[in-house]
């Protein structure tokens, strides 16, 4: 393929320049799948047979492909080690992820899309926002209220933040946005995008409110069409580029998550503070992607229940307590809900949320009790 430089080549030919990923595995079918995954990524491929060598004036960011095979410990956290292996080790990799406190897992080649994109979207030269998928841990949780007060609130932070409506059927985010018309781009007409998207034009071309540009369905009675999931792809993509943080309200449909769960890094699920919302929840972990992962408890408490006891019950670490919001239903019905971002307590809790979304640990795995990485499996229409 003349992607990858064999291991007895002098130091300097497999050290990484330019668009370059490091990969350290003794298992020659697993370099060769890695070798196709960078390949097709459009990167070079620079092995190692060992850690020690392959770490020797690399920086920290280089993209690192660490075999599951491999029994050393690499000396430092590395923001994007990727730990692989064959998908029938399955148990290996998990263990070994569990010993390593690894974020990323990838199974090949079952997983070779997402490392794809992943190391794509990594070794971009533009700038890497991080994307956040919020979800209803239950019926009428209030994920879209937590979602757009979230967005206003890094917006009042001074970040760049992106609002996205993921939800088709949830009847238009813009209806509890603002009570009047404002003009920009929806959904709808972003349906024909193909190829590449500009994202200074997304950006300029989207309506805002309170400064907050967001993207939604339209607000009517008329049907909702579905947006090609290439179509989605390409504004979610533009949306990292042009911003800080892109929030989107994902809602609870199967739709929703294959179309824009997969893009996430972190999700936050939202619930009440009952026991029966938090078994509700442990359900759900079972259907949304497996990336970092944290829990958002909202109002009144039950009681003899504890928002931290919830959350190690959920399974999920704690991101914050949003106090009770007795009028996020009339603000949302009257177009008046990112005002409700302004008060104190609210500004406290988005701001507990805001400070734990990068470097959040995962959620906590029920096979191994330490913290899940991210384990990359494709969704099912990608299959």
């Known amino acids: 393929m003349g992607m990858r430089q064999g291991t007895d080549d002098a130091e300097a030919g497999w050290r990484p320049h330019g668009e370059a990923v490091l990969c350290v595995t003794g298992d020659p079918v697993l370099l060769d799948e890695c070798a196709r995954v960078a390949a097709v990524a459009g990167v070079a491929l620079r092995t190692a047979p060992t850690l020690g060598e392959a770490m020797k004036g690399v920086d920290d960011d280089v993209p690192l492909l ?15 080690m990727i730990l692989v292996g064959r998908g029938n080790d399955s148990g290996l990799l998990w263990h070994r992820a569990a010993e390593l406190g690894v974020e990323h897992v990838a199974e090949l080649p079952e997983a070779a899309g997402w490392l794809v994109e992943f190391l794509g979207r990594r070794l971009s030269q533009g700038r890497d926002g991080l994307v956040v998928s919020l ?59 193909s190829g590449r998207i500009h994202p200074p034009q997304l950006e300029a071309a989207l309506p805002r409110v309170l400064g907050v540009p967001y993207v939604s369905w339209p607000a009517s009675a008329g049907y909702a069409k579905p947006v090609a999931p290439e179509a989605i792809a390409g504004v979610l993509e533009a949306g990292r580029s042009a911003f800080e943080l892109v929030v989107i309200d994902l809602g609870r449909s199967r739709e929703g998550i294959d179309d824009f769960g997969w893009a996430s890094d972190r999700f936050l699920l939202v619930v009440p503070g009952r026991i029966r919302a938090a078994v509700a929840a442990t359900q759900l972990l079972h259907e949304i992607p497996p990336v970092p992962t944290g829990l958002v408890v909202r109002g009144r408490l039950g009681e003899g229940v504890d928002a931290e006891r919830l959350a190690g019950a959920v399974g999920c670490p704690l991101a914050a307590h949003l106090p009770e919001l007795r009028a996020a239903n009339a603000a949302t019905e009257e177009g008046r ?19 734990g979304l990068v470097g959040s640990p995962g959620r906590s795995s029920p096979r191994a009790g330490a913290p899940m990485p991210r384990h990359a499996r494709l969704p099912q229409a990608a299959r």
Request: aromatic share 2%.
């Open 135 to 193: 979800v209803g841990g239950c019926g009428g949780a209030g994920a879209s209220t937590t979602a757009v007060l979230l967005a206003m609130a890094a917006n009042a932070r001074g970040e760049s933040v992106l609002l996205v409506d993921g939800d088709r059927l949830g009847g238009g985010l813009e209806l509890c946005l603002s009570n009047e018309h404002t003009s920009g781009l929806a959904w709808p007409d972003l349906a024909a995008a």
């Open 337 to 355: 809900l990112p005002e409700l971002s302004r008060r104190r307590d609210v500004r406290r809790a988005a701001g507990l949320i805001l400070e």
């Open 66 to 80: 660490l075999g599951a095979d491999v029994r050393d410990v690499p000396p430092r956290n590395r923001p994007d």
